[in-house]
């Protein structure tokens, strides 16, 4: 069994798992601490250490699922984090955190390779589209299994708006909207997405995917719609796949 250590930096806290690679999933419970208030370099750092030392059974390059546009380690976007990730080598932060080599992935585009290789998405073929649903909307696309990295299609307009301040799952839980009021934005968010790209599949992931039997009927498109099947581990199984996948390019 080979064990490759997976970060995921949400919102409000940062999780971590051992994950088998060759199985797709975590071996034992996962670990957190919390987002440092407004995610700074310095302070993800620490944090990122604090996790790093929790899991010494893991060996090898650590994988880290960020919210960002990221290029050869580079973050370009700070939406949900503080702007001095702008720009900043993140892979040579996590590297310098962990003592070791580190790679760093946007963290809907880690969602999204999990699911599609052990989860919801796994054998499917034509468009697909994730979208996480957390304290914005990430989204990653896959055309016949193949990744094309760093849409972030959580910030594209609909009716005005970034489709993220309108439909993410903070926004329900700020604006205290019931799963009809929630759902109808994100159908509109939905039919948006299907006009431009005409996905076959989309699948739900981020925390609101906890509650898919809550309000899985309300939801309309032309497209299949299913449920992430990782649930709250998507992102950190992805980040250690993307992770052993970069020792072996």
């Not at 960002?68 to 702007?83: E, F, L, P, W």
């Not at 702008?86 to 946007?106: C, W």
């Amino acid at each position: 069994m080979s064990l490759v250590l997976g970060i995921d930096l949400g919102g409000s806290a940062i999780k971590a798992g051992a994950v088998d690679v060759d199985a797709g999933e975590v071996v034992g419970e996962l670990q957190s601490v919390p987002t440092p208030p407004g995610a700074t370099l310095e302070a993800t750092r620490a944090a990122l250490t604090t996790l790093v030392a929790r899991f010494p059974q893991c060996r090898g390059t650590v994988g880290l699922a960020f919210p960002s546009v990221v290029k050869r380690g580079i973050t370009y976007t700070a939406a949900n984090v503080d702007r001095g990730w702008i720009g900043a080598d993140a892979a040579a932060l996590l590297t310098a955190a962990a003592g070791r080599p580190g790679v760093v992935v946007n963290d809907a585009d880690a969602a999204g390779l999990a699911e599609m290789r052990v989860g919801a998405g796994r054998g499917e073929r034509g468009l697909v589209m994730m979208l996480t649903f957390g304290t914005g909307i990430g989204s990653a696309l896959f055309v016949d299994g193949r990744l094309w990295p760093n849409t972030e299609l959580g910030h594209l307009e609909v009716g005005g708006r970034e489709a993220e301040h309108q439909a993410s799952a903070r926004v329900r839980t700020v604006e205290n909207l019931d799963w009809p009021q929630w759902c109808a934005r994100v159908n509109r968010v939905l039919e948006r997405y299907h006009a431009l790209l005409w996905p076959d599949l989309f699948i739900v992931g981020g925390g609101v995917s906890e509650r898919w039997e809550e309000y899985a009927g309300l939801l309309k498109s032309p497209a299949r719609i299913v449920p992430a099947r990782l649930r709250q581990t998507a992102g950190v199984v992805g980040a250690a796949l993307y992770a052993a996948e970069s020792g072996e390019r």
